[in-house]
């Protein structure tokens, strides 16, 4: 059973990484409803974080189940989609979905948590 479940040091940079793309998601989802506010490069640093992030987390997925295997590779993702959601729920209920604050956060997120994520597999 423990064959087939990610490691914990891989577990949560992954969620955590999964979670800043989900708020960096939102942002993006307001912005193309028309709220762009002033700042050009926010939001060229907002969609281009979206973008990249969404580049790399298949890139991870791929280079993930090369070094471990497609069945752990299947259960982190599967763990992190779970988990993901379960943050989206109770953060939909508590926030309403609706929180300029967490969707900064997250943006800003995405980077670290993605470079931490990339630290953990030796690329090939």
Do not use: H, Q
């Not at 423990?2 to 989802?29: G, K």
Request: aromatic share 16%; with cysteine.
């Amino acid at each position: 059973m423990e064959a087939s479940i990610p490691d914990f040091d891989i577990m949560l940079p992954a969620t955590l990484f999964y979670i800043c793309r989900l708020e960096n998601l939102r942002w993006v989802r307001v912005r193309s409803r028309g709220i762009r506010g002033e700042s050009v490069f926010v939001g060229a640093l907002v969609d281009g974080t979206y973008f990249l992030s969404l580049f790399f987390s298949w890139a991870f997925l791929i280079a993930f189940g090369i070094e471990f295997g497609i069945t752990l590779a299947i259960a982190l993702l599967t763990l992190v989609v779970v988990l993901g959601f379960v943050y989206s729920g109770i953060s939909t209920l508590l926030m309403r979905g609706e929180s300029i604050v967490v969707w900064m956060l997250g943006t800003v997120g995405v980077w670290p948590t993605g470079i931490w994520l990339s630290t953990k597999l030796s690329w090939f």
